[in-house]
T-cell receptor
């Protein structure tokens, strides 16, 4: 069974640009959660999508958005990038709603903003 | 903050010794999970313990939960070099509907 796949793995952007990250969950998993990981703030919850609906959202500005498609694949978008958006963005999938069971994480997308 | 707090932030031990990490939290939980992360990689689920459980085992791992003290511990017995990683507790706080991760404990196993 294939694991969670995140693309791209690494990317470099400049301030003001926008970026789209993709996450393909494990087959059959309906929930996709996104986390931002930085050395200073640790793992911060961005949002969770379940059956194409945003179920929960963390305390991030509106520049951070996401969506989930009918095949459960998810994308997150960050517009007007700032230096502080440099981070490892992790996607996790689960069979049911995220907080009730095991999360399966992808390897992450490492974003560097110059 | 609802975030679980982990202790210690860093731990360095010799191979073969036991490693204990602790996680404390402030509000009631539904469940608590432990994850491992190798440097710069994704997280790997280790154990989930529900609020009505007190102890769970998985191989060399033992997790305890004390809801009266609002704390959990992860014990790794007979440590190996491959156990070198960061370990995170993640809590499902009642009403939060999301998993909140602690800052993690960085464990180093010296050969």
């Amino acid at each position: 069974k294939a694991g969670v796949t995140q693309t791209p793995r690494y990317l470099i952007k400049t301030r003001g640009q926008q970026v789209t990250l993709s996450c393909s969950p494990i087959s059959g998993h309906r929930s996709v959660s996104w986390y931002q990981q930085t050395p200073g703030q640790g793992l911060q919850f961005l949002f969770e999508y379940f059956s194409e609906t945003q179920r929960n959202k963390g305390n991030f500005p509106g520049r951070f958005s996401g969506r989930q498609f009918s095949n459960s694949r998810s994308e997150m978008n960050v517009s007007t990038l700032e230096l502080g958006d440099s981070a490892l963005y992790l996607c996790a999938s689960s069979l049911s709603i995220a907080n009730t069971g095991e999360l399966f994480f992808g390897e992450g997308s490492r974003l560097t903003v110059l | 903050s609802q975030q679980g707090e982990e202790d210690p932030q860093a731990l360095s031990i010799q191979e073969g010794e036991n490693a204990t990490m602790n996680c404390s939290y402030k509000t009631s939980i539904n469940n608590l999970q432990w994850y491992r992360q190798n440097s710069g990689r994704g997280l790997v689920h280790l154990i989930l313990i529900r609020s009505n459980e007190r102890e769970k085992h998985s191989g060399r791992l033992r997790v305890t939960l004390d809801t009266s003290k609002k704390s959990s511990s992860l014990l790794i017995t007979a440590s190996r070099a491959a156990d070198t990683a960061s370990y995170f507790c993640a809590t499902d706080f009642e009403g939060a509907q999301k998993l909140v991760f602690g800052q993690g404990t960085r464990l180093t196993i010296n050969p």
